[in-house]
């Protein structure tokens, strides 16, 4: 059965330091998002992505945080300079279409922790 | 913008016992509604979705749920809970956001442990 998949699957990084998490979304889907999960909070929108550009991002998506589809398989997310509270669970999703009633197909996630 | 509430951040159920999750909704436009699973150290997992149409829905592991629309509720549930049951649930409702794209906003969350 076709997966989304992300690397690495934890990840500590230093604050200040940049960290680019990695997805690759399930092969014939257009429409690509990142969500993140504080530790014991909900599961917030980050951004969506569909033919190379940004189509909506949330107010957590500020200047630090960047996404890119640099090939045809991969699409990532940058924080350019992290903050200790970037700790989070990150998981990447996709869906075939933009419609509400199609399913996003989600990662297993990327857990960041800031030190 | 639309929203879910998700009563009970954990709920504890003997195996064999009745699963009964809660969430309620709202929401300005007719609502699309999933149930989603995640297991330790896992991704989400999609449990079952509401669109249109017939308003009890079956999903995967024996879990359904019924979308009341007076009651703005979704509950989950199954007849007879398993060990393997043991996860975090969500509730989500799908948002359209401008261009016309999906937006999911989740629930809380609430865990799930089965008592053998």
């Known amino acids: 059965e076709p997966e989304v998949t992300q690397t690495p699957s934890h990840q500590v990084t230093q604050m200040g330091q940049e960290v680019i998490l990695r997805c690759v979304p399930i092969?014939?889907?257009?429409?690509f998002y990142w969500y993140r999960q504080i530790l014991g909070q909900k599961v917030e929108f980050l951004v969506s992505?569909?033919?190379?550009?940004?189509?909506?991002k949330s107010e957590i998506f500020d200047d630090q945080f960047s996404v890119e589809r640099p090939d045809g398989s991969n699409f990532t997310l940058k924080i350019r300079s992290t903050k200790l509270e970037d700790s989070a669970m990150y998981f990447c999703?996709?869906?075939?279409?933009?419609?509400?009633?199609?399913?996003?197909?989600f990662g297993q996630g990327t857990r960041l922790t800031v030190v | 913008a639309q929203s879910v509430t998700q009563l009970g951040s954990h709920v504890s159920v003997s195996e064999g016992a009745l699963v009964l999750l809660r969430c309620n909704y709202s929401?300005?436009?007719?609502?699309?509604l999933f149930w989603y699973v995640q297991y330790p150290n896992q991704g989400l997992q999609l449990l079952l979705k509401?669109?249109?149409?017939?308003?009890l829905v079956k999903g995967i592991n024996g879990f359904e749920a019924e979308f009341k629309k007076s009651e703005t509720s979704f509950h989950l549930t199954k007849p007879s809970a398993h060990m393997s049951d043991a996860a975090e649930y969500f509730c989500?409702?799908?948002?359209?956001?401008?261009?016309?794209?999906?937006?999911?906003?989740f629930g809380t969350g609430t865990k799930l442990q089965v008592i053998p």
């Open positions: 989500a409702v799908s948002d359209k956001i401008a261009g016309g794209y999906q937006k999911v906003t």
């Open positions: 929401s300005s436009v007719p609502p699309y």
């Open positions: 992505f569909y033919n190379n550009e940004i189509s909506e």
């Open positions: 999703a996709s869906s075939e279409e933009g419609q509400r009633n199609t399913e996003a197909f």
């Open positions: 092969s014939n889907h257009l429409y």
């Open positions: 509401y669109t249109t149409g017939a308003t």
